[in-house]
């Protein structure tokens, strides 16, 4: 597995200098060694986790967001998510996984799924910034994330402002 620190400082916990740096400016969290740690563990089991690019992790509320290489999705989840639940009983959080370089349809994808994206907007605002805003099936009973954490992984991960409305809700604009 490829990471951002050096295999060995994972493997010992003893940092060398570059990877104390890196935790010591926050560029790698804690929680990033941590997952990191447990993945190497897991390489072993799992052959398929040896040519994943683990880029960063992201600790939001009871989710832990795994930031891949392109492609490395698939990897995690072609045991048929036998590795991701492994990781998620040794945290005791939720995780999923996104890829870092993907486009933004692709990214929001992973970010809602398994609920169907019908729609992705930009919008310009005034303060020449913008917010995407994501059009999802009439409001589903129960989202299996509340819609501030999907706010928050979309502004960690991707730095984007994200609005959500559902299919009901843009017919009463419209009537």
Known sequence: MRMRLC???????ILCQKCQEKIRTGDVSETYMR????LIKL??????????FLNNVYNVDHIIALAVGNGDNSRLLVSRGRIL????KSI???IRVFEESGDVRKFLED??????????????????????RVVL????????????????????????TLRITFEDQEER???
């Open 7 to 13: 295999n060995f400082c994972v493997k010992s916990g």
């Open 173 to 175: 604009y419209y009537s």
């Open 35 to 38: 997952i990191a740690k447990l």
């Open 111 to 132: 970010l809602f799924m398994p609920t169907k994206i019908l729609a992705i907007n930009t919008i310009w605002l005034p303060d020449r910034s913008t917010e995407t």
């Open 85 to 88: 639940r492994e990781l998620s």
């Open 92 to 94: 005791g959080k939720r």
């Open 43 to 52: 390489e072993e089991k799992y052959a398929s986790i040896q040519k994943i």
């Open 137 to 160: 099936p009439e409001r589903p009973r129960r989202l299996f994330l509340s819609e501030d954490v999907f706010k928050e992984l979309a502004e960690k991960i991707r730095g984007m």
